[in-house]
């Protein structure tokens, strides 16, 4: 089981503070290069977050 939904057994559908990362990254042009989404199709930030 993910621990997210671990934790929604006891918190039901109240707000989660999980532990993540957000990255900014620049191409040599200093363009913020961004990541596409396969969920929403659509592009944003490379970020990661720990459910561990």
């Known amino acids: 089981m993910e621990y997210y939904k671990y934790l929604r057994q006891f ?3 109240r707000p989660l503070i999980l ?3 957000v990255v900014i990254i620049l ?3 200093n363009q913020v290069l961004l990541q596409k ?3 929403a199709k659509e592009e944003s ?3 990661k ?3 561990a």
Do not use: A, M
């Open 11 to 13: 918190v039901g559908h």
């Open 19 to 21: 532990p993540g990362s």
């Open 27 to 29: 191409n040599e042009q």
């Open 37 to 39: 989404r396969r969920d």
């Open 45 to 47: 930030l490379p970020k």
């Open 49 to 51: 977050i720990n459910f």
